[in-house]
């Protein structure tokens, strides 16, 4: 078989990859984005607990930072899948069901993530806490401003403020540990319909960004082609990203003296 050319294997439609690529590089963002969310909350409350007074809440803020951050990314991925659809399989068993049961690659995946990204912005949070002036939340109280007057004008803004480079440098690596969710099997279903003179009807599967270029390598037996597209993909995202970050750090900073 003639190997085809670059623009041959990246065209649009059923004859080329681009659209599979395309539509996988959508589906790596939206895995980067939720498993992003869940880490900001899961961070979120370690670091609230990590500031109260609560010896007991600190410690275990305390271990979950410490054991997600020390061990392997893709092993939270496998014992978050095995083990939940081993429970999940166990309790469908318990009431008839036949089989095993698996969890969802999607939500799996994003959870594992985001656990594992939380222990690390949990630090970051409660660091851009910490940096917030005592003088400054001081004289606010003094001033009679409400809890909830005082997070929302003194101690989110700067928060925000200190906590965003940061919360950058973690989107990157959360951005890139989304292919790792490729060894639970996630994908998507996209059907079309086209209707006129000629009916369509088709159904087709997307993965992620790095699963797809496995399976278009696979498929074509030209793995160069596939995998150097999906590092410039994946470069297009990091570098937007960056960009994304920095004007959101110009508008957090906006009005401060620069040195």
């Known amino acids: 078989m003639q190997a085809k050319s670059f623009l041959e294997l990246m065209q649009w439609g059923p004859q080329g990859w681009l659209d599979e690529m395309m ?39 305390d271990a979950y930072t410490t054991v997600f951050r020390g061990v392997p990314d893709l092993l939270v991925i496998y014992l978050f ?35 594992v990204s939380g222990a690390y912005q949990s630090e970051v949070i409660r660091g851009a ?11 606010a109280r003094a001033f009679g401003m409400s809890g909830r ?8 803004p ?25 060894v639970v099997g996630l994908s998507v ?3 079309e319909v086209r209707l006129g003179d000629l009916v369509l009807i088709y159904e087709t599967r997307f993965s992620d960004l790095l699963r ?21 993909f994946y470069l297009v995202l990091t570098t937007a990203s ?5 004007r959101a750090e110009t508008w957090a900073t906006r009005g401060m003296r620069r040195v």
């Open 129 to 139: 806490y910490l940096a917030v002036p005592p003088g400054e939340v001081e004289a």
């Open 189 to 191: 279903y996209l059907y």
């Open 212 to 232: 797809q270029a496995h399976v278009a390598a696979g498929s074509t037996r030209q793995p160069f082609v596939f995998y150097i597209t999906a590092v410039a």
């Open 23 to 61: 539509f996988a590089t959508g589906l790596t963002l939206a895995v980067a984005i939720v498993g992003f969310l869940f880490g900001l909350l899961f961070g979120t409350l370690a670091a609230i607990a990590k500031l109260s007074g609560s010896r007991l809440a600190k410690r275990l803020a």
């Open 158 to 182: 700067q928060v925000l403020r200190y906590g965003l480079p940061g919360m950058g440098n973690i989107w990157q690596l959360v951005l890139k540990e989304s292919a790792l969710v490729a």
């Open 81 to 115: 899948y095995f083990g939940g659809s081993a429970v999940v399989t166990a309790i469908g068993q318990f009431f008839g069901a036949q089989g095993f049961i698996g969890l969802p690659g999607f939500l799996i995946g994003t959870l594992a993530i985001g656990i």
């Open 149 to 156: 007057a005082l997070l929302w004008r003194i101690i989110g």
């Open 242 to 246: 960056t960009w994304c970050f920095r």
